[in-house]
């Protein structure tokens, strides 16, 4: 049997390849496929061909040249260094309470002061901001990789099942996300696993209805139409056609994800929902500072939440450029 | 017309079963079973089955789905144990506070973002435009609760000029005559929104003005300032005010964490203290409350769209 499918197949995936890289956008679908809303920043489509190059270039070239791109993507490894290459050159003592310096302002041999237990907040900066960004990256990731998949197997699936689980991101999305959060939080008490997967069950709707959008187009192309006359069945559609296609969308959002991800994190943490201690994170930090500012021990309060902020929107600037360097290849020249 | 309205309407109905279906799956998660996790670990056996049968845990799944709807439909948002009340009672206490909370920050979100969307459209890609584009995306990116801290530490802790603290009081002329304590409050739920509306209107306002219409009003010799308040601004509030329908979720949200840094006491400070002291009932009834909200907030959106902008058909 997978003898006999393979033929075709195997032709299909030439077709594919033809139409990854249309030699003119204008030759690819343009209208909507019927009932499609045009929620995909990708709907408009147009322009004429595009000059020599591989598109990755094309699309690398116009993501440097946008200064946005590179002062968020500049943040962002500086930020990596800073946490995960900091702990190893700035050695501070982040496992036993010391009493006994608890509280200490900025000075020569604590940069930042000290936090109520004595950490040193420079170094607690570090080790607290590489569970921040670890558990918004991977929160991130598995809420645009679930996303894709459910939007482009609905977009497949079509009629009846299409409807029924838009339906159900609809009502999903009618919870606002800090309330569901919270529920969610309070339900499961999270570890650290399990806040991953707290956080990105709020935050899939988004790509999950940017996939679909795009997908309904997609599948009507002349490729998918080809798969489908080949025999392919359609989880090849899904996985080998439709997703590798609105790629472009899922950067975009995956980057927003991320940022959004770490500031539903901080903000749990700030409620007293988040991880214990044990875990420091950015979230953590200032929720201990926030505790303490009548004391006038500003120090605490301040540095997290810069951390946060410049992480959040060095997110954002590498998302907006990836948007705007996807749309120029799309329109410019 | 009013087919389409009646077809958004029934979406919205299929739409708000679902959230009920979603919040009885939630219900029957709660750890260990629900009885114990409403009563407390160490209820009676025969509490647990008084709260059973009020329930209908001891019938089919789907009777019990029952039950719950038709508790909903009288009303009936679940029981608090540890509050010794009602949800919908503690609910209504409580609405009023944040009611004001929200119209305030809405109002003076739109009060500010509208001018500062209109100067950021006339002067596009000037000095500017880009200092107000990087101080909202910088807001943008705030954690709420630390842009409300940070406000403390600023104006109540260093400067002395503003309390730290919400009115504390639950009659609306205690907020009045508290008005001082409300500055921060406001001042926090509305600044995100300012952050997102005026980049909304500001792509709003471009939009318009790019139309043939301005152009031709130009070209007639209308003065700048009559296109900008006449022409350009009446269109670009269309969406605008869908956003405003489509932004409840967010500030809803917002409300949770401004309640609770101001210790002010609405529905989200409610649902925090829910929260902590694992009273499930508060927080699956408000949940739904809120689902409610952010339904008819789109359900708003969407008809308005279509009656302020008679182009628009479905």
């Known amino acids: ?333 | 017309m009013s087919g389409y309205i009646f077809r958004r309407f029934a979406q919205s109905l299929v739409v708000l079963l679902l959230v009920t279906v979603i919040m009885f799956i939630m219900f029957h998660l709660l750890p260990g079973n629900p009885a114990r996790a409403e009563l407390g670990v160490k209820a009676q056996p025969a509490a647990v089955a008084a709260f059973d049968k009020l329930q209908g845990l001891n019938k089919p799944v789907w009777y019990q789905f029952w039950v719950y709807l038709d508790h909903l439909a009288h009303g009936n948002l679940g029981f608090s144990y540890v509050q010794n009340s009602t949800v919908a009672q503690l609910f209504a206490q409580r609405f009023p506070k944040t009611i004001i909370l929200l119209a305030l920050a809405y109002g003076v979100a739109v009060i500010a973002a509208i001018p500062l969307g209109i100067m950021q459209a006339v002067r596009r890609n000037k000095f500017d435009d880009y200092v107000l584009t990087g101080a909202s995306f910088v807001l943008y990116s705030f954690p709420t609760f630390w842009l409300g801290i940070v406000l403390i530490e600023i104006f109540a802790i260093s400067l002395h000029v503003l309390p730290p603290n919400a009115p504390e009081t639950t009659s609306i002329g205690g907020i009045v005559s508290d008005w001082q304590g409300m500055v921060l409050p406001v001042m926090t739920l509305a600044l995100v929104s300012i952050a997102s509306y005026s980049r909304y209107m500001r792509s709003s306002m471009i939009d318009s003005l790019a139309q043939d219409y301005i152009r031709t009003a130009k070209a007639k010799g209308v003065t700048q300032r009559v296109i900008l308040l006449r022409h350009a601004l009446r269109n670009s509030l269309i969406p605008m005010a869908t956003l405003i329908g489509l932004s409840i979720p967010a500030v809803l949200s917002g409300a949770i964490i401004t309640e609770s840094v101001f210790n002010y006491p609405g529905v989200g400070l409610l649902f925090i203290q829910s929260a902590e002291s694992n009273d499930f009932s508060v927080l699956l009834g408000l949940t739904l409350v809120a689902a409610v909200g952010v339904i008819a907030g789109n359900l708003v959106a969407d008809i308005g769209y279509a009656v302020l902008d008679p182009r628009i058909r479905y």
């Open chain 1, 1 to 333: 049997m997978a003898d006999v499918v393979q033929g075709p197949e195997e032709g299909a995936e030439e077709l594919d390849k033809e139409g990854l890289f249309p030699a003119a956008p204008a030759v690819a679908s343009r209208a909507l496929a019927p009932g499609a809303e045009p929620l995909s920043p990708q709907g408009v489509e147009g322009g004429a061909a595009r000059p020599t190059g591989s598109m990755l270039r094309l699309t690398v070239v116009s993501f440097l040249e946008n200064k946005l791109a590179v002062a968020g993507l500049g943040i962002l490894v500086l930020l990596a260094l800073f946490c995960f290459v900091g702990p190893h050159v700035y050695l501070t003592n982040q496992k036993t309470v010391n009493p006994v310096i608890n509280n200490l302002g900025p000075t020569g041999s604590h940069l930042l002061g000290t936090d109520g237990e004595g950490f040193d907040i420079l170094g607690r900066l570090m080790v607290a901001g590489q569970s921040s960004i670890e558990i918004g990256l991977a929160a991130g990731l598995l809420a645009a990789v679930f996303g894709t998949l459910y939007g482009a197997v609905s977009a497949v699936a079509g009629g009846f099942v299409d409807a029924i689980m838009m339906r159900i991101v609809d009502a999903l999305f009618s919870v606002p996300a800090l309330f569901l959060l919270i529920l969610l939080a309070a339900i499961f008490s999270p570890n650290l696993p399990l806040m991953i997967v707290v956080i990105s069950f709020i935050s899939w709707l988004g790509p999950a209805r940017l996939v679909r959008g795009e997908a309904l187009s997609l599948r009507t192309r002349e490729y998918v139409q080809a798969v489908k006359v080949a025999g392919g069945t359609q989880r090849r559609i899904v996985l080998r056609h439709i997703v590798p296609n609105t790629i472009g969308t899922i950067m975009v959002n995956t980057s927003f994800l991320i940022a959004d991800s770490i500031l539903l994190l901080a903000a749990l943490s700030y409620l007293g929902l988040g991880l214990p201690d044990t875990t420091p994170t950015w979230g953590g930090m200032l929720s201990n500072g926030t505790e303490v500012i009548f004391d006038g021990y500003w120090w605490q309060l301040y540095p997290a939440g810069v951390a946060i902020v410049l992480t959040v929107v060095a997110f954002n600037f590498v998302g907006d450029a990836l948007r705007d360097s996807l749309d120029v290849r799309l329109r410019r020249r």
